[in-house]
Structure formats: structure tokens, C-alpha cells
């Protein structure tokens, strides 16, 4: 059974940074694409960061630059660095882990960012 676990969310203000990280189980992880999505309540669920098998990055627009996805292979693990936080990337940040075969994927159960004074 798919089991992400995320963690790192908190609190933060504007122009600070977090570190969260997406430990995955039950799949073998190097074979799957792996991607940071975040939702806001009444809002769709939005497209962070994603990294493919093979190491290639695709960023939503307003986290290029702020933003970076990273990935351990030997520890079954995703990251996403985000620098100089804005309070707009308020929301919860889900972890996903996809293949061609399941593109909906697996979901964590999300982390909390928040970005305030």
C-alpha cells in the first residue's frame, strides 16, 4: 500500500524559508514521478513543483526562481525548498507520486505553510 507521509509546514513571515520533505513507502520510488501540489480552501489544487524519474524539474509559474524539488532516491524521499515565502503561498502542500500508469497517483495527507507577520 502507497504511503506518503509529508512534513516541514509551519509558520513563517514574509521572505523566510521552509523545507518540506515527502517520505514515501510502498512503491519503488526511483520508478515514479514525483510533485508538490497546494490547495487553498475553495481554490483547485495547483501544480508547485514536480520532478521526473530521470532528475527533470517543472515549476509552477510563481514559484520559479523561489522554489526548488529535489529527490533521494535511496531515501525514498522528495523535498521542495521554497525561498522568500510570500503570503500568497499560504495553503496546504500535498505530496503526489505518479507513474504513465497511475497519472492521478498517490496523495500525502497534506502540510500546512503558513506565510504571515
Known amino acids: 500500500q502507497v504511503q506518503l507521509v509529508e512534513s516541514g509546514g509551519g509558520l513563517v513571515q514574509p521572505g523566510g524559508s521552509l523545507r518540506l520533505s515527502c517520505v514515501a513507502s510502498g512503491i519503488t520510488f526511483s520508478t515514479y514521478t514525483m510533485g508538490w501540489y497546494r490547495q487553498v480552501p475553495g481554490s483547485r489544487r495547483e501544480q508547485a513543483a514536480v520532478i521526473s524519474t530521470d532528475g527533470k524539474q517543472y515549476y509552477g509559474e510563481s514559484m520559479k526562481g523561489r522554489f526548488t524539488i529535489s529527490r533521494d532516491n535511496a531515501k525514498n524521499t522528495v523535498y521542495l525548498q521554497m525561498n522568500d515565502l510570500k503570503p500568497e503561498d499560504t495553503a496546504v502542500y500535498y505530496c503526489?507520486?505518479?507513474?504513465?500508469?497511475?497519472?492521478?497517483?498517490?496523495w500525502g495527507q497534506g502540510t500546512q505553510v503558513t506565510v504571515s507577520m
Open positions: 503526489n507520486a505518479a507513474t504513465v500508469a497511475d497519472p492521478f497517483g498517490a
